[in-house]
């Protein structure tokens, strides 16, 4: 923003913007070439502008069948449809295409979407030359939006198409609250399967969030522009919610009653209002407040269209947008500052939003203008290379470690690009063995010492190694000042051997012997732990002479020696299976780690020659607990006694079996000797009947 004097504030983005700019550009060059010129429809909108090129000579034809003569037609900003192209091309009339480049970008847009197939949703409004150009533009279905109101219509009547594919564009002048609040409330949530192009204009976002911004500070707005030009009409609707806002097209509409009440001025104009008219607007108010006229004004207008051979020049920019691959800055002029992502960083892994932030004032060096795309490529990195140099310089003095991204892994080790300068790591400081794969670091941000500078051959020499072995030796220390057995730790294997396995625990590596990784037996660390696993540890034993740690990594809840003594008293029987045969006896293993001894004497009732005449490994077997010996860790089982056990336990029940028969045989004997008195008394009975 420009103070214009003491009340009267002037919108830096107000008058020409670049695309009107360019086809006046255009049309000028062709008078003055002696042309005769017609424009297919009003230049822009704005009638003081098209009446004074009417003046001199500029016609305009409303159809092609207008255009008269040997004359050149001019297609305006706005740009055309397809259709119109060719029957321009068809009637054999010249014809400049004076379409603003970012309209340009949005024909390309849609008419990819509709070669694919997709379907082309069209924020703005249906009646402007520009949105009818769009519309032209898509071969395929194609449909236009106001507001939310009239996309949920939209919606609504053709729900076939919320779940189909959709290419999202807006005119460039729409409101860019408008389109946020379509966006939010509505598209993405309905249109579940569309693409979003934002393609409001920076000219018509940038010229709105400063009119905003100046309207909050204002306690009267003047917007300067035609009546029926969209985006100095969306200017006034976004200012008049913060002050009173007057909308005029000449000096003549200023309403200087109100002027000369208000203490704050802002003043805006559309990106059609040619910089003259500005300056009359802005002499008739400041002669209504009595206030000093800058007489350079129009022409700091026009300042900012200039485009001196500037190439390498630094400039000062701010960032306006980021996209995934460029950021857009504002550097002060119409055109826009573009900023590709190769030029902002050297990080392969980086996006725009990781370096900048919309707001940010960037130093940036101008690399070229292209006045056909209306933008002006920036580089920040080849700014901010002087600075680098000047860092890299006192790392090398201080030992400041830096950080840079990986550009290129090869044989004789890495590149990196620090801030824009190249600094070379060899092979043997790229890491801290030299067996390391460097392949996994392309890409990666490495941080490193700088170690020479050569100024004759420009090279800077960086070392990785310095960095990880001087945060080894820390790490070492640190560990070995606090160390102590049965302190427990969290590391990460780190290798494993068949004896054990090499753990990290905070800078030194510690061993796991196999027979500490698990109670039951295993044939190798590798049945336990796998190379990147986070284990938990404590140090059994620690030699830091010979900086050697023992670590052990058992749970001793699962202890099965205190899982014998809990839960299996002498007595139990016990099943196991049967893991070594010797001449004195069988192993049977009955927890995990733990083998119980069945002696010979106590394998079977008789005697055997050898326990492999009764059992076989392998072999699952039920034995009676009979002696643990914890100190020494035995286990004493014997075979013999269950089947002891067993054979009384048969032979009671067999026992029991003959009482019931002898009983039951009693029973008969008794039956009988009831029955025989019967028999009997008979002839007992016969006798006495007798
Ligand atoms: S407002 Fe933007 S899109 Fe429209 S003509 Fe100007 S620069 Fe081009």
């Known amino acids: 923003m420009e103070n214009f004097s003491d009340k009267i504030t002037v919108a830096k983005t107000a008058g020409f913007c670049f695309g009107v700019n360019r086809a006046i550009e255009i049309i000028e060059d062709l008078l003055s070439k002696g042309e005769k010129v017609f424009t297919l429809g009003p230049i822009i909108h704005n009638p003081q502008m098209v009446e004074n090129l009417r003046e001199r000579g500029v016609s305009i034809a409303n159809d092609i069948g207008d255009v008269t003569g040997d004359a050149v037609l001019v297609i305006r900003s706005h740009g055309v449809d397809l259709k119109t192209i060719e029957q321009i091309e068809n009637a054999g009339i010249r014809y400049v295409d004076a379409t603003c480049p970012f309209v340009s970008k949005i024909h390309k847009i849609v008419d990819k979407a509709s070669k694919n197939g997709e379907i082309v949703l069209i924020a703005g409004n249906k009646d402007h030359p520009e949105v009818l150009g769009i519309k032209g533009h898509c071969s395929g279905e194609s449909y236009v939006f106001k507001d939310e109101d009239e996309l949920r219509a939209l919606a609504e009547k053709h729900p076939e198409i919320t779940d189909k594919k959709v290419t999202v564009v807006s005119q460039t002048t729409h409101s860019k609250i408008l389109l946020q609040n379509c966006y939010d409330n509505f598209l993405k949530k309905v249109f579940t399967n569309s693409t979003f192009f934002d393609t409001i204009c920076l000219a018509t976002a940038e010229r709105q969030d400063e009119a905003i911004r100046l309207s909050q500070k204002s306690d009267l707005m003047i917007i300067i522009g035609g009546k029926q030009s ?119 892994a980086a996006k725009p939003d990781d370096i900048v932030k919309v707001g940010d004032e960037l130093d940036l060096v101008i690399l070229r203008t292209n006045d056909q795309e209306g933008l002006i490529y920036l580089s920040k990195k080849l700014a901010e ?72 051959k420009k090279s800077i020499i960086g070392s990785v190694r310095n960095v990880l072995s001087d945060e080894k030796k820390a790490l070492e220390d640190a560990f070995w000042a606090s160390a102590e057995v049965g302190k427990h730790y969290t590391g990460t294997v780190k290798s494993l051997t068949s004896y054990g396995a090499f753990v990290d625990i905070g800078g030194v590596d510690g061993m796991i012997h196999i027979s500490q990784l698990s109670w039951a037996r295993i044939k190798a660390p590798s049945d336990v732990v796998s190379v990147g696993d986070t284990v938990d540890v404590y140090i059994k034993s620690l030699d830091p002479e010979k900086k050697k740690i023992s670590l052990g990594y058992k749970d001793p809840d699962g202890n099965p020696w205190e899982l014998l003594k809990n839960n299996y008293p002498i007595g139990t029987v016990v099943e196991g299976k049967v893991v070594n045969l010797t001449t004195f006896g069988a192993f049977v293993n009955i927890l995990p780690s733990i083998d119980g001894l069945v002696h010979i004497s106590q394998i079977a009732l008789e005697r055997i020659e050898k326990p492999a005449d009764v059992l076989k490994v392998g072999e ?59 028999e009997e008394s008979a002839p007992a009975a016969e006798e006495s009947a007798e």
């Open 620 to 678: 699952t077997i039920k034995a009676v607990l009979t002696d643990v010996d914890f100190e020494k860790r035995r286990v004493s089982l014997s075979i013999r006694k269950l089947l002891e056990e067993e054979a009384a336990a048969n032979e009671a029940e067999a026992k029991a079996a003959l009482g019931d028969e002898l009983t039951s045989d009693e029973a008969v004997e008794a039956a009988a000797e009831e029955s025989a008195p019967v």
């Open 385 to 456: 290379i002087p600075k680098a140099w000047n860092e890299l310089r006192a790392a090398l003095a201080d030992g400041t470690i830096l950080e840079a991204p990986v550009t290129r892994v090869n044989n004789g080790g890495l590149n990196l690009s620090y801030k824009g300068v190249r600094v070379f790591v060899p092979r043997s400081h790229a890491s801290l063995s030299r067996g390391d794969n460097l392949d996994e670091l392309e890409k990666k941000t490495v941080r490193f010492k700088v170690i020479e500078i050569n100024d004759e």
């Open 230 to 348: 969209s985006n100095t009409a969306k200017l006034r609707d976004v200012c008049i919610r913060n002050c009173p806002t007057y909308l005029v097209e000449t000096a003549d509409e200023l309403p200087l009653d109100r002027i000369k009440g208000a203490q704050h001025i802002g003043v805006t104009a559309g990106a059609s209002t040619p910089a003259y008219i500005i300056k009359e607007v802005l002499t008739t108010m400041a002669e209504t407040i009595n206030s000093n006229l800058d007489e350079n004004f129009a022409e700091m207008l026009e300042e900012s269209f200039k485009n001196a051979n500037t190439n390498g020049k630094v400039v000062k920019g701010t960032v306006m947008r980021t996209t995934a691959t460029e950021v857009y800055v504002d550097v002060g002029r119409k055109q826009f500052g573009l900023i590709e992502l190769s030029d902002l960083t050297d990080d392969p």
